[in-house]
Structures are given as structure tokens and as C-alpha cells.
């Protein structure tokens, strides 16, 4: 199966920066599309950014210009690049891969753990 690993979150300060990674790994045949979601407390999880295999990008409209989402196919990781950061952006952030574990599987959705980013003064 896939697993999905995340790193980077943590404390921050409004209009700080915080770069997340998260790496795939265990059976991978292909990853097409990955991303990355929230959830803040009390809200329900949402597309935060997205790309494709082929580098296709798309954002949520309250992060455009602010995050960039980028990924190293070679190493099945996906990067989100977070800048200017507001207390609206503190949530549980989760990576997602559409994999195709083995040649003849199906593409299936895989999440990491998820990890914390809290920006507060």
C-alpha cells in the first residue's frame, strides 16, 4: 500500500512563512494527482491546493498568490509553500495522493496523518 508522511508544520506568526513536505512510499506503481486539505476546528476539511502529474496546478481562492503547491516526481513528494500567513490559515493540514499501488490496480485515495499549523502573535 501507499503511505503518505507529512513535515514542516508548527507555530508561526501572522505573515510568516512555513514550508510543508510530504513524502509517498511502499507499493507505487504511478501517482497522479496530489494535494493538500485542511481542517480548522469546527469546519469541514477543504481542498487547499493541488497538482498533477504533469504540473497542472489550482488553488483555493483564499490562498492564491499567497502558497504555492510544487512537487519532485522523482522522490514522490509534494511541497506547499505558505507565505504570508494569516490566523485563518491555522489548521490541521493533510497531504493526498491519487496512487496506483500495483501495474493492473486502480487509482486510489491515499492520506497522510496530517500536520498542525497554528499562526498566532
Known amino acids: 500500500q501507499v503511505q503518505l508522511v507529512e513535515s514542516g508544520g508548527g507555530l508561526v506568526q501572522p505573515g510568516g512563512s512555513l514550508r510543508l513536505s510530504c513524502a509517498a512510499s511502499?507499493?507505487?506503481?504511478?501517482?497522479?494527482?496530489m494535494g493538500w486539505h485542511r481542517q480548522a476546528p469546527g469546519k469541514e476539511r477543504e481542498l487547499v491546493a493541488g497538482?498533477?502529474?504533469?504540473?497542472?496546478?489550482n488553488y483555493a481562492y483564499s490562498v492564491k498568490g499567497r502558497f504555492t503547491i510544487s512537487r519532485d516526481n522523482a522522490k514522490n513528494t509534494v511541497y506547499l509553500q505558505m507565505n504570508s500567513l494569516k490566523p485563518e490559515d491555522t489548521a490541521v493540514y493533510y497531504c493526498?495522493?491519487?496512487?496506483?499501488?500495483?501495474?493492473?490496480?486502480?487509482?486510489?485515495?491515499?492520506w497522510g496523518q496530517g500536520t498542525q499549523v497554528t499562526v498566532s502573535s
Open positions: 493526498n495522493a491519487e496512487a496506483k499501488p500495483y501495474i493492473g490496480s486502480y487509482y486510489n485515495d491515499y
Open positions: 511502499g507499493s507505487i506503481f504511478s501517482i497522479n494527482t
Open positions: 497538482i498533477t502529474s504533469g504540473g497542472s496546478t
